[in-house]
């Protein structure tokens, strides 16, 4: 008996992963819920905002039944995740959509670890509730060892639909924009400047930026926000419990449609452990900036006997998310401070000749980029022609906040240096520029001065390595994102540099990847700002397998409300 025992133990043991499944119910549905006091109506996924935390192992086999209670349709996309294009969940791209009344199972094999998300891809909806944390337990168990681990997903919550959302902004690109510079306040900073030079300095950088029809103060396209932490707002306290001198495992998601946040925790060092699901070298600094879409884990050791404040300032400063590290409930750390809003400056543009930035620049050097003055054209953002950097340089690839006080030490991409080296980095076997671009006065943004439905396809061969240059010609940060696929950022690491799904690429600036196109398909590409890609910041990396016809899809071409693609 004894041996047979053995002999069970052993073959368990030694059985592959695949033999590990798991099976999840979630439904998704219209729920009135409190949010800071007042009553809305979501979308919600099993009845919540955010939805329930999908906990997976690496290398099992999951089934996620999506059951649809909506008047419309849905779906839900699993961001960072490598699967079958056909289960990426992006509709009139990988698959239908789900119909109002019918179940849709997702099925695949997991096959990393980490710190992820999932929402819909379907419309608006996912900045009106869908969205959800996922953590996937690594086959060999975590590189940290920690007492608490927690989930820390910053989302923003708005009193309009987006589709009214998007119908002012057609309207009226700066509608959300109340600190338009006025002919006050040029008459208030003349009066203020000391001399001759500063006057004209000042009247320079209006011409300037008139020139360009865009306004300096516009860092975020849609305001009146407010900012959750695992669905609560600021007064709502989420709050995460600790014993003093424990390590704490937190894992930062930004699920919002708009925002980028700045996020700290006053009184601790953050330990960056983790990008985007990927461990990284560990890292300690004061704060970090978190793009929507991506993740950072993060590991703190509270001390001391009292609450800690989670705080998340918006980029315009309009506003914070805010949560609470505390060891008994029913603390509360003391509120944030909000930061002045910052002023975009031409320095921030790339642009070398000019004008005051109102953004602090991290210490990179930009001594071997090349870029060419802006030419000032009808076509608003995308009027800035930037001269092509060098394909192995990467330009300011992450601007950190612009107000921090001097000593802050604030998480740069160039920081960032991974740990698993079981993968080559191939050396890319040709060279795409992507051009960032946009049309502020339509209220419209694209690739390459093109919608989505004007060119929806970039076609590659399974297998080869591309270096993808994006070049952001527009005074936004673009957080882009790659669906089914690695995105290696070309960070000055070497062969440490990071693996991410997505990456920010900052006004004016430059950034390299590049990607293996290791799996075939018809894979997304798209800035995760909400209303970027609904009106054509959007495209599909198509990849083919060698010496085959394209993969097929549910349309070969655009379809108008197809994966957000309104436009």
Same mark, same amino acid.
Request: proline share 6%; net charge neutral.
């Given at each position: 008996?004894?041996?047979?025992?053995?002999?069970?133990?052993?073959?368990?043991?030694?059985?592959?992963?695949?033999?590990?499944?798991?099976?999840?119910?979630?439904?998704?549905?219209?729920?009135?819920?409190?949010?800071?006091?007042?009553?809305?109506?979501?979308?919600?996924?099993?009845?919540?905002?955010?939805?329930?935390?999908?906990?997976?192992?690496?290398?099992?086999?999951?089934?996620?039944?999506?059951?649809?209670?909506?008047?419309?349709?849905?779906?839900?996309?699993?961001?960072?995740?490598?699967?079958?294009?056909?289960? *990426?969940?992006? #509709? /009139?791209? !990988?698959? &239908?959509?789900?119909?109002?009344?019918?179940?849709?199972?997702?099925? =695949?094999?997991? @096959?990393?670890?980490?710190?992820?998300?999932?929402?819909?891809?379907?419309?608006?909806?996912?900045?009106?509730?869908?969205?959800?944390?996922?953590?996937?337990?690594?086959?060999?168990?975590?590189?940290?060892?920690?007492?608490?681990?927690?989930?820390?997903?910053?989302? *923003?919550?708005? #009193? /309009?639909? !987006?589709? &009214?959302?998007?119908?002012?902004?057609?309207?009226?690109?700066?509608? =959300?924009?109340? @600190?338009?510079?006025?002919?006050?306040?040029?008459?208030?900073?003349?009066?203020?400047?000391?001399?001759?030079?500063?006057?004209?300095?000042?009247?320079?950088?209006?011409?300037?930026?008139?020139?360009?029809?865009?306004?300096?103060?516009?860092?975020?396209?849609?305001?009146?926000?407010?900012?959750?932490?695992?669905?609560?707002?600021?007064?709502?306290?989420?709050?995460?419990?600790?014993?003093?001198?424990?390590?704490?495992?937190?894992?930062?998601?930004?699920?919002?449609?708009?925002?980028?946040?700045?996020?700290?925790?006053?009184?601790?060092?953050?330990?960056?452990?983790?990008?985007?699901?990927?461990?990284?070298?560990?890292?300690?600094?004061?704060?970090?900036?978190?793009?929507?879409?991506?993740?950072?884990?993060?590991?703190?050791?509270?001390?001391?006997?009292?609450?800690?404040?989670?705080?998340a300032q918006s980029i315009d400063r309009r506003g914070f998310a805010r949560a609470t590290l505390a060891p008994r409930q029913g603390m509360t750390g003391p509120p944030p401070v909000p930061r002045p809003p910052g002023?975009?400056?031409?320095?921030?543009?790339?642009?070398?000749?000019?004008?005051?930035?109102?953004?602090?620049?991290?210490?990179?050097?930009?001594?071997?980029?090349?870029?060419?003055?802006?030419?000032?054209?009808?076509?608003?953002?995308?009027?800035?022609?930037?001269?092509?950097?060098?394909?192995?340089?990467?330009?300011?690839?992450?601007?950190?906040?612009?107000?921090?006080?001097?000593?802050?030490?604030?998480?740069?991409?160039?920081?960032?240096?991974?740990?698993?080296?079981?993968?080559?980095?191939?050396?890319?076997?040709?060279?795409?520029?992507?051009?960032?671009?946009?049309?502020m006065e339509k209220f419209i943004w694209s690739f390459d001065d093109r919608k989505y439905s004007e060119q929806p396809v970039i076609d590659f061969t399974q297998g080869e390595t591309v270096r993808l240059v994006f070049?952001?010609?527009?005074?936004?940060?673009?957080?882009?994102?790659?669906?089914?696929?690695?995105?290696?950022?070309?960070?000055?690491?070497?062969?440490?540099?990071?693996?991410?799904?997505?990456?920010?690429?900052?006004?004016?600036?430059?950034?390299?990847?590049?990607?293996?196109?290791?799996?075939?398909?018809?894979?997304?590409?798209?800035?995760?700002?909400?209303?970027?890609?609904?009106?054509?910041?959007?495209?599909?990396?198509?990849?083919?397998?060698?010496?085959?016809?394209?993969?097929?899809?549910?349309?070969?071409?655009?379809?108008?409300g197809g994966g957000h693609a309104h436009h």
């Open positions: 008996m004894t041996i047979i025992i053995r002999a069970v133990l052993a073959a368990a043991l030694l059985a592959p992963l695949s033999a590990f499944a798991a099976t999840y119910d979630l439904v998704i549905d219209r729920t009135d819920l409190a949010i800071e006091g007042q009553m809305r109506r979501v979308f919600s996924i099993n009845g919540q905002i955010a939805g329930p935390t999908l906990r997976w192992k690496e290398g099992e086999d999951v089934t996620v039944n999506v059951t649809n209670r909506l008047n419309e349709d849905t779906s839900i996309h699993w961001h960072g995740i490598l699967l079958p294009y056909s289960m *990426d969940g992006v #509709p /009139m791209v !990988s698959f &239908a959509g789900i119909k109002p009344g019918a179940t849709f199972s997702y099925r =695949f094999k997991v @096959r990393q670890s980490g710190t992820y998300w999932y929402h819909s891809h379907s419309g608006g909806q996912e900045q009106e509730g869908m969205y959800a944390p996922i953590v996937i337990e690594p086959a060999r168990g975590e590189r940290q060892r920690v007492a608490r681990d927690y989930v820390v997903m910053f989302s *923003d919550h708005h #009193p /309009m639909s !987006s589709g &009214a959302i998007l119908r002012k902004l057609k309207l009226e690109p700066g509608y =959300f924009n109340d @600190r338009k510079r006025t002919l006050p306040g040029l008459l208030r900073d003349l009066r203020a400047a000391r001399t001759t030079e500063e006057r004209q300095a000042i009247i320079s950088d209006r011409l300037a930026w008139g020139e360009m029809r865009m306004d300096p103060t516009d860092l975020a396209d849609v305001t009146g926000y407010t900012f959750l932490v695992n669905g609560r707002g600021p007064n709502d306290n989420w709050t995460g419990l600790f014993k003093p001198g424990e390590k704490v495992r937190l894992r930062f998601i930004n699920g919002s449609a708009m925002t980028v946040f700045d996020a700290r925790i006053p009184g601790l060092k953050l330990k960056v452990v983790q990008a985007d699901g990927n461990d990284v070298a560990a890292v300690d600094v004061d704060e970090f900036r978190i793009g929507v879409g991506e993740t950072y884990d993060v590991i703190v050791e509270p001390r001391e006997d009292r609450a800690y404040t989670i705080e002023v975009l400056g031409m320095a921030d543009m790339g642009h070398q000749s000019g004008g005051h930035s109102g953004v602090k620049q991290s210490k990179i050097d930009h001594s071997r980029m090349d870029h060419a003055a802006m030419g000032h054209g009808a076509m608003g953002h995308s009027a800035m022609g930037h001269a092509a950097a060098a394909p192995e340089i990467s330009g300011l690839v992450h601007v950190p906040p612009v107000d921090a006080p001097a000593g802050t030490k604030i998480l740069n991409y160039t920081d960032l240096k991974r740990l698993d080296r079981s993968y080559p980095l191939n050396r890319p076997d040709r060279t795409i520029d992507i051009r960032l671009t946009g049309n070049k952001n010609e527009t005074m936004m940060n673009h957080p882009i994102h790659l669906h089914g696929l690695w995105m290696d950022l070309e960070n000055g690491a070497g062969d440490a540099r990071p693996r991410k799904h997505v990456v920010i690429v900052p006004p004016g600036r430059t950034v390299s990847v590049t990607v293996q196109m290791a799996e075939v398909g018809r894979w997304p590409f798209h800035c995760h700002f909400l209303f970027h890609m609904m009106t054509g910041m959007f495209r599909e990396f198509v990849v083919h397998p060698r010496g085959s016809a394209p993969p097929a899809g549910s349309s070969p071409a655009p379809v108008a």
